[in-house]
């Protein structure tokens, strides 16, 4: 199986355009996350969603949304992009039903905002 | 808020010695912990996960152990290979399934 896929795996965007980074997912996941990897800073977590129709914010929600429409998608909007959000995103799924359990993670996109 | 730390330096070891990995934490009680290998251009892959009421977890040629009280965890790589050369993230999981990640520690393994 594929497990996560991100697209584009790469890309450069004006500031002040907006993009959605996509996210798909055939494992039947319930939970999907969302979050930036930054040199020193480590991953954090943006935004999540438990299951289909739910989304929640994570550490650092501000300047990014998200909708999960159906089990197997989550994408990201970035409405008005900032150089603050270059970065590589990961998006990372879970079976949802048990704390603690794995993240499975896409292997991300990384973004350069001039 | 929560606080993660790994080793702040680069890991470098020969091959056949056992690589130890540090996460230390504070201002957080996790329920669990979990160690991720990191590979350059790719994703965090999961290799172990450790309650708050266990010690110790091995895995092949990898252990984990956690003190709570000390708020550390170490990760073990015995008879380390070239192969294990890539970035280790602990992570702290909450009850409520919150995931916070340290910013990992690069391990080489020289041949």
């Known amino acids: 199986t594929a497990g996560i896929t991100q697209a584009p795996t790469s890309q450069i965007l004006a500031a002040g355009r907006s993009m959605t980074l996509r996210c798909t997912q055939d494992?039947?996941?319930?939970?999907m996350y969302w979050y930036r990897q930054d040199l020193g800073l480590g991953l954090r977590l943006i935004h999540y969603?438990?299951?289909?129709?739910?989304?929640g914010k994570g550490e650092v929600p501000d300047g990014y949304s998200v909708s999960r429409a159906n089990t197997d998608d989550f994408p990201l909007t970035l409405a008005s992009a900032v150089p603050s959000q270059t970065s590589v995103y990961f998006c990372?799924?879970?079976?949802?039903?048990?704390?603690?359990?794995?993240?499975?993670f896409g292997p991300g996109t990384r973004l350069l905002v001039l | 808020s929560q606080k993660i730390e790994q080793n702040s330096e680069a890991l470098n070891i020969q091959e056949g010695k056992t690589a130890t990995l540090t996460c230390n934490y504070t201002?957080?009680?996790?329920?669990?912990l979990q160690w991720y290998r990191q590979d350059p251009g790719r994703g965090p892959v999961f290799l172990l996960l450790?309650?708050?009421?266990?010690k110790e977890k091995r895995k092949e040629r990898l252990k984990v152990t956690f003190d709570t009280t000390l708020k550390q965890s170490l990760f073990h790589i015995t008879a380390s290979q070239p192969a294990d050369s890539a970035t280790y993230l602990c992570?702290?999981?909450?009850?409520?399934?919150?995931?916070?990640f340290g910013t990992g520690t690069s391990l080489t393994v020289i041949p």
């Open positions: 990372a799924s879970s079976d949802g039903g048990t704390p603690g359990e794995t993240q499975y």
């Open positions: 494992m039947r996941h319930n939970a």
């Open positions: 969603s438990n299951t289909a129709g739910t989304t």
């Open positions: 201002n957080y009680s996790p329920a669990y």
């Open positions: 450790i309650r708050e009421n266990e």
């Open positions: 992570a702290l999981v909450g009850t409520g399934n919150q995931f916070y």
